[in-house]
Protein backbone atom coordinates (compact mmCIF):
# COMPACT_ATOMS: atom_id res chain seq x y z
CA UNK A 1 0.00 0.00 0.00
CA UNK A 2 2.99 2.50 0.97
CA UNK A 3 4.30 1.97 -2.64
CA UNK A 4 0.75 3.09 -4.27
CA UNK A 5 0.52 5.93 -1.83
CA UNK A 6 4.28 7.01 -2.99
CA UNK A 7 3.20 6.99 -6.72
CA UNK A 8 0.28 9.14 -5.99
CA UNK A 9 2.38 11.40 -4.35
CA UNK A 10 5.00 11.65 -6.97
CA UNK A 11 2.28 11.92 -9.51
CA UNK A 12 0.64 14.63 -7.71
CA UNK A 13 4.29 16.69 -7.23
CA UNK A 14 4.77 16.05 -11.20
CA UNK A 15 1.47 17.66 -12.48
CA UNK A 16 2.02 20.10 -9.79
CA UNK A 17 5.58 21.19 -10.74
CA UNK A 18 4.08 21.07 -14.25
CA UNK A 19 1.15 23.54 -13.48
CA UNK A 20 3.36 25.81 -11.99
CA UNK A 21 5.55 26.06 -15.26
CA UNK A 22 2.71 27.37 -16.92
CA UNK A 23 1.45 30.42 -17.99
CA UNK A 24 -1.40 31.27 -17.09
CA UNK A 25 -2.16 32.55 -13.14
CA UNK A 26 -4.91 29.55 -12.37
CA UNK A 27 -3.02 26.91 -13.38
CA UNK A 28 -0.21 28.56 -10.89
CA UNK A 29 -2.78 27.94 -8.39
CA UNK A 30 -3.74 25.06 -9.22
CA UNK A 31 -0.06 23.54 -9.35
CA UNK A 32 0.46 24.78 -5.61
CA UNK A 33 -2.66 23.11 -4.16
CA UNK A 34 -1.62 19.58 -5.83
CA UNK A 35 2.04 19.96 -4.66
CA UNK A 36 -0.12 20.55 -0.81
CA UNK A 37 -1.61 17.59 -1.59
CA UNK A 38 1.19 15.18 -2.58
CA UNK A 39 3.22 16.73 0.45
CA UNK A 40 -0.10 15.82 2.73
CA UNK A 41 0.34 11.90 0.92
CA UNK A 42 3.77 11.86 1.61
CA UNK A 43 3.32 12.78 5.30
CA UNK A 44 1.06 10.05 5.72
CA UNK A 45 2.99 7.32 3.76
CA UNK A 46 5.75 8.47 5.93
CA UNK A 47 3.88 7.81 9.13
CA UNK A 48 3.44 4.23 8.08
CA UNK A 49 0.07 3.48 7.77
CA UNK A 50 -0.55 1.08 10.23
CA UNK A 51 -3.71 0.23 11.99
CA UNK A 52 -3.47 -0.06 15.87
CA UNK A 53 -5.83 1.19 18.51
CA UNK A 54 -6.21 5.33 19.22
CA UNK A 55 -3.56 6.51 21.23
CA UNK A 56 -4.86 6.29 24.41
CA UNK A 57 -3.30 4.57 27.46
CA UNK A 58 -5.49 1.36 27.90
CA UNK A 59 -4.57 -1.96 29.54
CA UNK A 60 -4.43 -4.58 27.23
CA UNK A 61 -3.43 -2.66 24.06
CA UNK A 62 -0.21 -3.30 22.58
CA UNK A 63 -0.23 -1.56 19.11
CA UNK A 64 -1.30 2.48 19.09
CA UNK A 65 -1.51 4.81 15.67
CA UNK A 66 0.80 7.61 15.74
CA UNK A 67 -0.96 10.77 16.25
CA UNK A 68 1.62 12.77 14.86
CA UNK A 69 1.83 12.52 11.06
CA UNK A 70 -1.63 13.27 11.53
CA UNK A 71 -1.29 16.66 13.20
CA UNK A 72 1.53 17.49 10.64
CA UNK A 73 -1.07 17.29 7.81
CA UNK A 74 -4.01 18.60 9.87
CA UNK A 75 -1.54 21.63 10.37
CA UNK A 76 -0.24 21.35 6.83
CA UNK A 77 -3.95 21.88 5.90
CA UNK A 78 -5.12 24.56 7.50
CA UNK A 79 -1.72 26.72 5.96
CA UNK A 80 -2.43 25.01 2.16
CA UNK A 81 -5.97 26.35 2.47
CA UNK A 82 -4.75 29.97 3.82
CA UNK A 83 -1.94 29.88 1.18
CA UNK A 84 -4.39 28.86 -1.62
CA UNK A 85 -6.97 31.39 -1.07
CA UNK A 86 -4.04 34.10 -0.76
CA UNK A 87 -3.23 32.94 -4.21
CA UNK A 88 -6.44 33.15 -5.56
CA UNK A 89 -7.58 36.47 -4.32
CA UNK A 90 -4.25 38.20 -5.45
CA UNK A 91 -4.37 36.02 -8.86
CA UNK A 92 -8.22 37.93 -9.53
CA UNK A 93 -7.20 40.77 -8.26
CA UNK A 94 -3.96 41.12 -11.14
CA UNK A 95 -6.17 39.44 -13.68
CA UNK A 96 -8.82 42.24 -13.00
CA UNK A 97 -5.99 45.17 -13.14
CA UNK A 98 -4.10 44.07 -15.84
CA UNK A 99 -6.66 42.36 -18.04
CA UNK A 100 -5.29 39.28 -18.41
CA UNK A 101 -4.06 36.01 -16.55
CA UNK A 102 -0.84 35.44 -18.46
CA UNK A 103 1.98 35.70 -17.09
CA UNK A 104 3.98 37.09 -20.13
CA UNK A 105 1.31 39.66 -20.94
CA UNK A 106 1.74 40.67 -17.25
CA UNK A 107 5.76 40.95 -17.43
CA UNK A 108 5.25 43.20 -20.30
CA UNK A 109 7.11 41.01 -22.91
CA UNK A 110 5.43 40.56 -25.92
CA UNK A 111 3.59 37.32 -26.23
CA UNK A 112 3.37 35.35 -29.56
Given at each position: ????MCILAGILFATG??????KQLLR???GTGLISHGA?????TMGELKRGA???LVDGVESYTDPL???????SIVISFGVTSFLLVLAYRAAKENGT?????MRGTEYE
Open positions: MEIIVYNLLQIVIHLFILPPIPQALILTDNMEQ
